[in-house]
């Protein structure tokens, strides 16, 4: 089953077309997503999370149609942002965490028990009883990151998710992100070095796949595009 699989798919925004004519089909575990800004990047990441619909053309995520099978994607995927307050919704560093599983109606043990583990992988268990704002960007970050995998996504969608951090904290939620703990990931990201570590990547220019493969043969193919 791939990953993603895209047949003409187009989408379009306030009258304008963003997304033209995209097939692609693609079975990595981790797919980088780059290009220019407004070349169509975060658009195709919304699609693939089920916030957007699409104006024509085939999408399937892990074998699911977003439109017809949107529950089950909503089930099975998990999405990351650039600003993680966006994401923090409860003032509580330990109960944001616990807002993410509320559609799966734990019992208060098993809940309590996931909370904590995902708290401990990303290094926030002593700040467990903070004020979630009260946390550093990076802290921050990673708190996006542990309310995105307490809910063992079978997909990762992640949108600039380093863009605003410095190098220790970028490089400390890139390596979270692309660890092989049983999810895929999608990735947007300007940072070419990041997307090499990926397995695959696709290029996207004016709305359109420029490149599509191999991560390092289509960074390097964008990195020429730039030097012209």
Do not use: W
Not at 29 to 44: C, P, Q
Not at 63 to 81: H, I, N, Q, S, T
Not at 146 to 158: E, I, K, T
Not at 179 to 198: E, W
């Amino acid at each position: 089953m791939s990953t993603l699989r895209c047949d003409g798919l187009s989408a379009r925004l306030g009258g304008r077309e963003v997304l033209r004519d995209v097939t692609l089909d693609l079975d990595a575990r981790t797919i980088a997503v780059i290009g220019d800004n407004g070349s169509g990047k975060s658009t195709f990441a919304r699609l693939i999370a089920g916030l957007a619909t699409r104006s024509a053309g085939g999408l399937t995520v892990l074998g699911l149609d977003p439109d017809r099978d949107a529950a089950d994607l909503r089930r099975r995927v998990a999405l990351v942002l650039s600003n993680p307050d966006a994401q923090i919704v409860m003032p509580m560093v330990a109960d944001d965490v616990g807002f993410s599983l509320r559609a799966e109606r734990l019992a208060k043990a098993e809940r309590a028990e996931r909370v904590a583990r995902a708290l401990a992988r990303f290094g926030l268990a002593d700040l467990a009883d903070r004020p979630a704002h009260d946390l550093s960007g990076g802290q921050k970050q990673l708190l996006a990151l542990c309310g995105a995998f307490v809910r063992d996504p079978a997909l990762v969608v992640a949108d600039e998710p380093t863009a605003s951090l410095d190098a220790r904290n970028a490089r400390r939620v890139a390596d979270h992100l692309l660890a092989d703990t049983g999810h895929a990931l999608v990735l947007v990201t300007h940072d070419l070095a990041l997307a090499r570590r990926c397995d695959a990547a696709v290029l996207f220019a004016e709305g359109s796949v420029s490149a599509a493969g191999a991560a390092s043969g289509v960074v390097d193919a964008y990195e020429r595009a730039l030097a012209c």
